[in-house]
């Protein structure tokens, strides 16, 4: 089963907005296997953006990404990190569609409330970097399928 790597940002969390992020990630049928809320080091977000680190706003993103908590998630589900992606929108919220997270919540590209791995590989590496094998809980969630 394939996991990937959600968290709030500073701004989404600032707006009270983990709670519908959560909501989407349920209702969709995901299941929800770590999470935690953290104030990352600004060398924590250096190295978790290190694919951008040439790119002119690498900088200020970590500075940041850096400056509240976070709400840090590790999600499970069959296709989880392209229908993540698909769920959050275009990283720019002005080309996000309604029903999309960005496109329902955020207007600004350094300020757009979610961040989500972009590929199986990426979000195998950041969920090693934001969590440790013990943070993971292990649990049966009910189905609602009626067994009979
Ligand atoms: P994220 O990593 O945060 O999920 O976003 P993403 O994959 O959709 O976009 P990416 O290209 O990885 O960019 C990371 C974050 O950098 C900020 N950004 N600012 N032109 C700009 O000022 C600019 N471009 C990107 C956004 O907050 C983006 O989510």
Request: net charge positive; charged share 25%.
């Amino acid at each position: 089963m394939e996991r990937t790597f959600i968290a709030v940002k500073p701004d989404g969390v600032q707006r009270g907005l983990c709670g519908d992020i959560i909501k989407r990630f349920e209702a969709r049928g995901f299941k929800l296997v770590a999470a935690k809320f953290i104030q990352a080091s600004e060398e924590h977000m250096k190295n978790h953006y290190l694919d951008l680190k040439d790119m002119p706003f690498y900088g200020g993103l970590c500075k940041y990404m850096s400056s509240g908590p976070v709400f840090a998630m590790v999600w499970e589900g069959q296709s989880i990190v392209k229908l993540a992606r698909m769920m959050m929108g275009e990283t720019n919220p002005a080309d996000s569609k309604p029903g999309s997270i960005r496109g329902d919540l955020c207007i600004n590209i350094g300020r757009n409330i979610i961040h989500g791995s972009d590929t199986l590989e990426n979000a195998k590496r950041e969920v090693g970097l934001w969590f440790k094998a013990e943070e993971f809980v292990t649990y049966t969630p009910c189905t609602q399928t009626f067994l009979y």
